[in-house]
């Protein structure tokens, strides 16, 4: 068992709480009996923690805990009036500060990350950001929870986190749309609708194994499909010129915009 240390969640029972908590399990990276789950209500998340302990109370999770998750909703944050001063802090929280946490919490070593929903499926690419005070040991254990998820990765900058919660935080959101403006469109031309999703989810699932590869470039695949320039090229040409990269840097700013608000 990589992680010995117990770990109290708080928001253990949520989407990603529940997540982060099974794929601790799931991995073999943590003993579900170190695991410490807290909600407001009694209402259990849909993933299976063998071993967990559940509580309400999140000043007996912190008493008992090395490392407390933050992992509420960012607009419930000034509610939890915890003191964790002497406790490694990870939160989850989208666009809720280190110093904000800090202030709140008397945390000194606090490391911020967004994971995303495919954590549930131990996919997430996970940024997390540690704050000066964060020792080696600490960060190696960050690293270990966040791989149970998928893939961490530490960044040296904390507004990276803030710009990630939109692009990396989103998860399948993206491919999502684009699977199903396919969808949408094909069906439009006539296509019967289950062709037409299995179709879209072949294309932006499975297709895009080509460059899913640590070795492979996407902007590689598009520049030899334009120099193609067959039906292809034809297509991308045509978004490229609709200025497709302006919507989406347009979608990433609305996100990092609503991430700094939600910390209001
Ligand atoms: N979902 C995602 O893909 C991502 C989420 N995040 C961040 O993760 C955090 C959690 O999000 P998510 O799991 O989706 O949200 P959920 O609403 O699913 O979970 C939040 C949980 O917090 C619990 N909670 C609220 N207040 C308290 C409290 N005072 N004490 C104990 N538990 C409390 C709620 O419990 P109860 O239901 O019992 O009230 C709820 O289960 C957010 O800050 C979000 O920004 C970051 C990246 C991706
Ligand atoms: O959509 C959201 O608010 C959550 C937080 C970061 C990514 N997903």
């Not at 708080?10 to 529940?18: D, E, K, R």
């Not at 967004?114 to 950001?129: D, G, M, V």
């Amino acid at each position: 068992m990589a992680i010995n240390a117990t770990v109290g969640i708080i928001g253990g029972n949520g989407w990603l709480g529940n997540t982060m908590a099974s794929a601790a399990v799931a991995s073999g990276v943590m003993d579900g009996r170190r695991l410490i789950l807290s909600g407001r209500t009694d209402r259990r998340g849909a993933l299976d923690v063998p071993g967990a302990t559940h509580t309400r109370n999140n000043h007996e999770l912190v008493a008992k805990s090395d490392i407390v998750i933050l992992s509420v909703r960012p607009e419930d944050f000034a509610d939890l009036h915890i003191d964790a001063s002497d406790k490694l802090v990870i939160s989850v929280m989208a666009g809720v500060t280190a110093q904000d946490i800090a202030t709140r919490s008397g945390a000194t070593r606090i490391v911020r990350a967004i994971p995303n929903a495919a954590a549930s499926i131990r996919h997430s690419f996970t940024p997390w950001f540690a704050t000066p005070g964060v020792s080696e040991a600490d960060k190696r254990i960050v690293q270990e929870l966040f791989d149970a998820c998928g893939e961490g990765a530490e960044v040296l900058q904390e507004a990276h986190i803030d710009y990630c919660v939109g692009m990396t935080g989103s998860g399948a959101a993206f491919p999502a749309l684009l699977a199903q403006a396919l969808q949408a469109h094909a069906v439009a031309q006539g296509l019967p609708a289950a062709f037409a999703a299995r179709a879209a989810k072949g294309v932006v699932a499975q297709a895009s194994q080509l460059f899913a590869r640590e070795d492979s470039d996407p902007g590689a695949i598009v520049r030899k499909m334009i120099e193609y320039r067959g039906t292809t090229a034809a297509a991308l040409q045509t978004m490229l010129d609709q200025d497709f990269n302006r919507i989406i840097a347009s979608g990433l700013d609305a996100a990092a915009r609503k991430a700094a608000s939600l910390a209001k």
